[in-house]
């Protein structure tokens, strides 16, 4: 079955430092997403991207972070400078088409940031 | 209204009993009810899913029951198994957007 895959698995920064998380969205997939789960929280929503722009983002998503598909099979997720609440599992996601049409969501086994 | 509010927050059962997960929500544009397995230490990955024109939906031992006037939804899991031990998060999503709404997570523990 097609994946999501993601690296790093964890990563330990340094507060104030950047940090960028990489995917690989499902080859013939046109919508990506970044999700994070502090721990032991519910999953929260950061950003969807599609046609190359973000479509929607939430309040978390502040200038302090920014997605890039920088080539053709690549999304990645670029926190500038981290902050010790950016401590969370990050989880990249996509989907075929738009999750409204009912179309599944498929979510990558994510990255877990630890900022000290 | 934008939350999914579940509960409980951890629930035990027995091998080869019901596991019963409930969500409520306010949001009336909400059309699609989506329920996630996490094990520890990977992605929620879908389980089952509803839409709001039905009133249940069968998977193997997995079911949806939706009460659309009541504005809830619960995951049934039948003959429950320890290898159903996970993470359980309802979702719900609707209107022009493709942001899921999570809900807060049941931890769902199978005894043998």
């Keep these: 079955e097609p994946e999501v895959t993601q690296t790093p698995s964890h990563q330990v920064t340094q507060m104030g430092q950047e940090v960028i998380l990489r995917c690989v969205p ?21 950003v969807s991207f599609y046609n190359n722009e973000i479509s929607e983002k939430s309040e978390i998503f502040d200038d302090q972070f920014s997605v890039e598909r920088p080539d053709g099979s690549n999304f990645t997720l670029k926190i500038r400078s981290t ?26 086994e994510g990255s877990w940031l630890t900022v000290v | 209204q934008q939350q999914v509010k579940q509960s409980p927050q951890s629930l035990i059962v027995q091998k080869g009993g ?6 409520a929500y306010e949001n009336t544009a909400f059309d699609y009810f989506p329920w996630y397995q996490q094990f520890p230490g990977k992605g929620p990955a879908l389980l089952i899913a509803i839409r709001p024109d039905v009133s249940e939906k ?8 939706f009460n659309k006037s009541a504005k809830q939804f619960s995951l049934h899991i039948m003959d429950s198994q320890p290898g159903d031990s996970a993470t359980y998060f309802c979702a719900a999503l609707g209107g022009a957007t493709n942001k899921l709404i999570f809900g807060t997570g049941t931890l769902l523990a199978v005894q043998p």
């Design chain 2, 58 to 65: 069968k998977e193997g031992r997995f079911t949806i029951s």
């Design chain 1, 83 to 108: 902050k010790l609440e950016d401590s969370a599992m990050y989880f990249c996601a996509s989907s075929e088409t738009e999750v409204v049409a009912g179309n599944t969501i498929y979510f990558g």
């Design chain 2, 18 to 23: 019901i596991s019963i997960i409930n969500c």
């Design chain 1, 26 to 46: 499902i080859s013939n997939h046109l919508y990506f997403y970044w999700y994070r789960q502090i721990l032991g929280q519910k999953v929260e929503f950061l």
